[in-house]
């Protein structure tokens, strides 16, 4: 079945740090999503994408949809203790059906 | 405000037992959706149903089952649970032709099988 590349599968940085993660797909989207599962919680979604190049941003999050509509990046700036916590990528399908990432698990180190 | 609740956050049960996992939105959502999440392997959609009565296989429905009686409830049933069904199980539900396609999940339920 179709699959997402997410990487990289964790990460801990220091509180400040930049971070960078993303996600391929040997598939094209039409809609690219973001969601954060904070521990003990559902996932939330945090950043929809609906246009190859398009570039979003949400706070200190920036995502952008890559131009092949195969690829997804979501950056944060300035990481804060809250932003532990898993990340997931997601791709929409036409169904309604949501194809995800493994996740990036980040901590931070205060 | 959007809710989707699960019945339990935390189960415990023994190999071959019958268990019903309950999910509850009240958003009036057509669309419901029952996941497995496992280490390193992201969300795995196991069943979904886009209306009442109505059921699909996802992609590793293999000894699960599921019911939709009625709009807001989306139930899934391990007939005889197994070790390998350990696992977090996540509920969402999503109103489609919305403009924001987003899927909502509930907290999730984390089933040990003994």
């Known amino acids: 079945g179709q699959q997402l590349n997410q990487s990289p599968q964790s990460m801990f940085i220091q509180e400040g740090e930049d971070v960078s993660m993303n996600c391929t797909s040997s598939?094209?989207?039409?809609?690219w999503l973001w969601y954060k599962q904070e521990p003990g919680e559902g996932p939330v979604l945090l950043i929809a994408?609906?246009?190859?190049?398009e570039l979003t941003s949400n706070g200190r999050l920036t995502a952008q949809f890559g131009i092949t509509r195969k690829d997804s990046f979501l950056n944060i700036s300035a990481s804060i203790p809250s932003d532990v916590g898993i990340y997931f990528c997601?791709?929409?399908?036409?169904?309604?059906?949501?194809?995800f990432g493994q996740g990036t698990t980040l901590q931070v180190k205060p | 405000d959007v809710k989707v609740t699960q019945s339990s956050r935390y189960l415990v049960k023994r190999t071959g037992e019958k268990v019903f996992l309950e999910c509850v939105q009240d958003?009036?959502?057509?669309?419901m959706f029952w996941y497995r999440q496992d280490p390193g392997l992201g969300l795995r959609l196991i069943y979904f149903?886009?209306?009442?009565?109505?059921?699909e296989k996802g992609d590793i429905p293999e000894g699960y089952s599921v019911s939709r009686e009625k709009k807001e409830r989306f139930s899934l049933i391990l007939e005889s649970a197994s070790t390998n069904q350990t696992s977090m199980y996540l509920c969402?539900?999503?109103?489609?032709?919305?403009?924001?396609?987003?899927?909502?999940f509930g907290p999730g339920t984390r089933l040990t099988v003994l």
């Open positions: 969402a539900s999503r109103r489609p032709g919305s403009s924001y396609n987003e899927q909502f």
């Open positions: 598939s094209i989207f039409n809609t």
């Open positions: 994408l609906y246009k190859a190049g």
């Open positions: 997601a791709g929409l399908l036409s169904t309604g059906k949501l194809i």
């Open positions: 958003m009036d959502h057509e669309n």
């Open positions: 149903s886009y209306d009442v009565k109505m059921k």
